[in-house]
């Protein structure tokens, strides 16, 4: 599975919008971008996914770029209780039994401040 | 619906002892896994189960074992427990990925210490 790249931390100003960037250069044709965060050493939560195009649900949209090595999740009005941890995670479709091998880096710690 | 749930939520254990964490979903999911989470780190893949009676090594297998009897439930042993091991467990659970997401579904997570 390829890996990828997150800033450590970023603060987010509350009700504004908070762009989290995730660099994944070296990502093949057959590996979505997955989005999970953590708060608070709670058990990780599933945001969103995508494979080519921008994907949008009632959390988050995930915008990848048109050559898929990098993405930025998008929480539109950032609430004091997104403040969690957020991994970027790519992963090979069908990868038969070991299709659920996330492999969590550390992250981006993002802090939404009032 | 309870979804994933872990049992022990705490536990302290003394060199050597053993011990087994369950992990139960009521989701009928085929697959389940063991990650552990060490202070400022992502999490580490353990084992995982694409099925009941299968299980396969994850990134950091040594020192455990795992067991799925029951298609809802996944359990993991440390037989000799050793203070490396000292983390916090989390039990996931989904559905293959094609029909569904694949989304990951985590249990609250179990903090065991080994002194």
């Known amino acids: 599975d390829a890996k990828t790249t997150q800033p450590p931390s970023m603060d987010c100003a509350e009700g504004r919008a908070a762009n989290l960037p995730c660099n994944h250069s070296t990502i093949s044709g057959n590996e979505y971008v997955y989005w999970y965060r953590q708060i608070h050493s709670q058990g990780p939560q599933y945001i969103i996914h995508?494979?080519?195009n921008n994907e949008t649900n009632e959390m988050a949209s995930l915008i990848i770029t048109e050559d898929r090595k990098s993405s930025t999740l998008i929480l539109p009005h950032a609430t004091l209780r997104d403040t969690a941890v957020y991994y970027c995670?790519?992963?090979?479709?069908?990868?038969?039994?070991?299709?659920?091998?996330?492999?969590f880096g550390k992250g981006t710690k993002l802090s939404v401040k009032p | 619906n309870a979804g994933v749930t872990q049992t022990p939520k705490f536990r302290v254990l003394k060199t050597g002892q053993s011990m087994t964490l369950l992990c139960a979903q009521d989701m009928n999911h085929e697959y389940m896994y063991w990650y552990r989470q060490d202070p400022g780190m992502g999490l580490r893949l353990i084992h995982y189960s694409v099925g009941e009676g299968t299980t396969a090594k994850g990134e950091v297998p040594d020192g455990y074992n795992v067991s799925r009897l029951k298609k809802q439930n996944f359990l993991l042993g440390l037989e000799s427990a050793a203070p490396s091991q000292t983390s916090v467990y989390f039990c996931?659970?989904?559905?293959?990925?094609?029909?569904?997401?694949?989304?990951?579904?985590f249990g609250e997570g179990s903090r065991l210490t080994v002194l």
């Open positions: 995670i790519v992963r090979v479709k069908n990868y038969g039994g070991s299709q659920g091998n996330l492999i």
């Open positions: 995508g494979l080519k």
């Open positions: 996931a659970s989904s559905q293959p990925q094609g029909r569904y997401t694949g989304e990951l579904f």
